[in-house]
Nanobody, 118 residues
Framework: QVQVVESGGGLVQAGGSLRLSCAAS????????MAWYRQATGMQRELVAT???????TYADSVKGRFTISRDNAQNTVYLQMTSLKPEDTAVYYC????????????WGQGTQVTVSS
């Protein structure tokens, strides 16, 4: 019964910034892990960033120093602040919430398109 809704995608030029958000509703359970994935056309889905309930974070090497993941536990929301965007960042971005681990009682967002033009 949990619903996860993403927003914030769009078209930006290289070097620009974009902020994605993903909110879960239908539950009062606190998610231990929240994450962002992305999938470019013809490519496999890759893990971009994760954040735990204790605010520990991980990032893919390709986005370190440019992307920042954060969360608002009161609103069950995860954010991805993207800066210095590159054309290779173009992809559909998906959020994922895990109640215990990333794959234990997990829920996915519907995806939001991010396109970076050169």
């Amino acid at each position: 019964q949990v619903q996860v809704v993403e927003s914030g995608g769009g078209l930006v030029q290289a070097g620009g910034s974009l902020r994605l958000s993903c909110a879960a509703s239908g539950t009062i359970f606190r998610f231990n892990v929240m994450a962002w994935y992305r999938q470019a056309t013809g490519m496999q889905r890759e893990l971009v960033a994760t954040i735990t309930s204790g605010s520990a974070t991980t990032y893919a090497d390709s986005v370190k120093g440019r992307f920042t993941i954060s969360r608002d536990n009161a609103q069950n929301t995860v954010y991805l602040q993207m800066t210095s965007l590159k054309p290779e960042d173009t992809a559909v971005y998906y959020c994922r919430f895990g109640r215990y681990s990333l794959t234990h009682y997990d829920y996915w967002g519907q995806g939001t398109q991010v396109t970076v033009s050169s």
